[in-house]
């Protein structure tokens, strides 16, 4: 496994690759690698000839009260797990070399940001967007994986790619969680024990609403108030949203049809922590 540090160097190197008729599987990431950025790498490592991970702590998408400088990071156990893990070049690029001067053109997401995260998160999603947008150039990948567990970056990267005619594919991977439910995250390293013991329920209460539909309820209000009630009597941390839309448009619905999105976050002492359900709703049920 090569460390690239350069934009210079790693745009060479894919260029090459790619003459020599070489596909290329991409994983960004922010690092601090847990078993949820595994499952995106063992799947990009299967379809790909060559693998770029890259790890960067993009200050972009970060909002002034949250936690870029706190954000967890390990440059040496990253890079051994990428190695163990079959990663062809790691792309590790420090601030400067990505932002040397402040942005002259910035990209705006206009759907599928009003919703969710993007609603507390101004911001974000264009932060988002304009570092993959990089990434994209840099690496020039044939396919990058992304995690549900982040669905609503999906959305928006999915958006991204079909209205800027990337010749990029966009995969997708099912969210990794740990044995009682609760998603892998980089976060839940923040939550004290009492909450870790708790943030089970935050899956726990999707499942109870996937169960609610498929025992045959349609009605979206209804779901989520049963959701609410179930989750707040179970946490100590502050619900912001528990949503329900048709995915990946984020739209709201009145009665639920095709694909939609249960999606939560909860704020606990010093983690914010997401989930989602995704549900294919069966016509005419
Ligand atoms: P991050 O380093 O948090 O920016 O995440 C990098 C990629 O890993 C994103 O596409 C995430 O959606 C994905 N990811 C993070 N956690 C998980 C998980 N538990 N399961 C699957 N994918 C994940």
């Known amino acids: 496994m090569k460390i690239i540090r350069s934009i210079k160097e790693m745009q060479r190197i894919s260029k090459n690759l790619r003459e020599s008729g070489k596909s290329i599987g991409f994983v960004p990431t922010m690092g601090y690698l847990h078993e949820g950025h595994l499952a995106l790498i063992k799947k990009a490592r299967e379809e790909n000839d060559i693998l770029v991970l890259s790890i960067f702590v993009n200050p972009l998408q970060f909002g002034p009260e949250e936690d870029f400088h706190s954000y967890p990071r390990d440059e040496r156990r990253d890079s ?51 570092v993959i947008t990089k990434l994209f150039h840099i690496v020039q990948p044939d396919r990058s994986y992304f995690g549900l567990k982040d669905a609503q970056q999906v959305a928006v990267i999915e958006g991204l790619i079909r209205d800027y005619n990337f010749p990029i594919q966009l995969r997708t991977v099912e969210t990794v969680r740990e044995d009682d439910g ?27 609403g996937k169960d609610l539909i498929e025992k045959g309820e349609r009605n979206p209000s209804v779901i989520i108030e049963k959701i609410k009630f179930y989750l707040s009597d179970r946490i100590e941390g502050e619900i912001d949203y528990i949503e329900l839309y048709s995915f990946p448009q984020l739209k709201p619905i009145n009665v639920l049809k095709k694909k939609v999105i249960i999606a939560l976050a909860v704020q606990f002492s010093k983690a914010r922590l997401i989930d989602n359900v995704i549900l294919d709703i069966p016509d005419g049920a």
């Open 80 to 130: 051994e797990l990428a190695k163990e893990n079959g990663v062809d070049f790691l792309f590790f690029p420090s601030i400067q070399e990505m932002y040397p001067q402040p942005m002259t053109t910035t990209i705006k997401v206009k759907e599928r940001v009003d919703v969710l995260c993007g609603r507390k998160r101004i911001g974000h999603f264009d932060g988002v967007a304009m």
């Open 182 to 208: 609760l998603a892998k995250s980089s976060r839940n390293v923040y939550l004290t024990e009492k909450e870790r013991r708790q943030a089970k329920y935050l899956y726990q209460s999707l499942l109870f």
